[in-house]
């Protein structure tokens, strides 16, 4: 069994902040992890994803996350937000190397907007 | 090269009524899944594919129907719509199962009255 719980179901930042969108995990076996965009009326695209190898993932759009496993955490962050990044952003589980990794479990979404 | 392919963008249903949604991709992709979106629970599997004549329940099945008859094509049968099957669908795909569904469709926006 696995489950993705995101803090905080809108976050503001300012244009030049630090964006910070968390993440934590559970899962039964080591687990793959994804963040995924969605702007407006528009489909999810892939951000970036963990799967077991380095633990710092660097993604498109000047995003990273890190993966602490004895936090069971992937928050995503961005130094410096701009206006673009507005939107809203799923975190993602799976099962890891044993499952079908299309057999994903979203979290409920973090709204970020961004003042200018 | 096109993408995930969905029809309708729109859709009103009366319920007890049956219609599918279309779903298509020119990537040559093996494995294909289909998502509902509802506020606040962000997005729950309904059934995927890992290639052509394979497919498998994922969380929220119920009242649904896939096929895969092709490696292009994975449309999605509502049955007897209801009310609750009100939702934003995606359909969505990648090449392999090793990296999570990396191609989404704009989806279907269904509303069941």
């Known amino acids: 069994a696995q489950s993705v719980t995101q803090l905080g179901s809108h976050v503001s930042v300012s244009e030049g902040a630090l964006v910070l969108l968390r993440c934590n995990y559970s899962?039964?076996?080591?687990?793959?992890l994804f963040w995924y965009v969605q702007y407006p009326n528009q489909g999810l695209q892939l951000l970036l994803k963990y799967t077991s190898a380095a633990t710092l993932v660097k993604g498109i759009n000047g995003f990273e996350a890190e993966f602490k496993k004895s936090e069971t955490s992937f928050h995503l962050t961005k130094p410096s937000a701009h206006m673009s990044d507005a939107a809203e952003y799923f975190c993602a589980v799976s099962g890891g190397s044993n499952f079908g990794n299309e057999k994903l479990t979203f979290g409920t979404g973090t709204r970020l907007t961004i003042i200018p | 090269n096109a993408g995930v392919t969905q029809t309708p963008k729109f859709q009103v249903l009366k319920t007890g009524q049956s219609m599918t949604l279309q779903c298509a991709q020119d990537?040559?992709?093996?494995?294909m899944s289909w998502y509902r979106q509802d506020p606040g629970m962000g997005l729950r599997l309904i059934h995927y594919?890992?290639?052509?004549?394979?497919?498998d329940q994922g969380e929220v099945p119920n009242g649904y129907n896939v096929s895969r008859s092709t490696t292009e094509d994975f449309p999605l049968r509502l049955l007897s719509a209801a009310p609750s099957q009100t939702s934003v669908y995606f359909c969505?795909?990648?090449?392999?199962?090793?990296?999570?569904?990396?191609?989404f469709g704009p989806g279907t926006r269904l509303t069941v009255t």
């Open positions: 990537m040559n992709h093996e494995y």
């Open positions: 594919s890992v290639g052509a004549g394979i497919t």
């Open positions: 969505a795909s990648s090449y392999s199962s090793s990296g999570g569904p990396g191609t």
């Open positions: 899962s039964s076996v080591p687990p793959y």
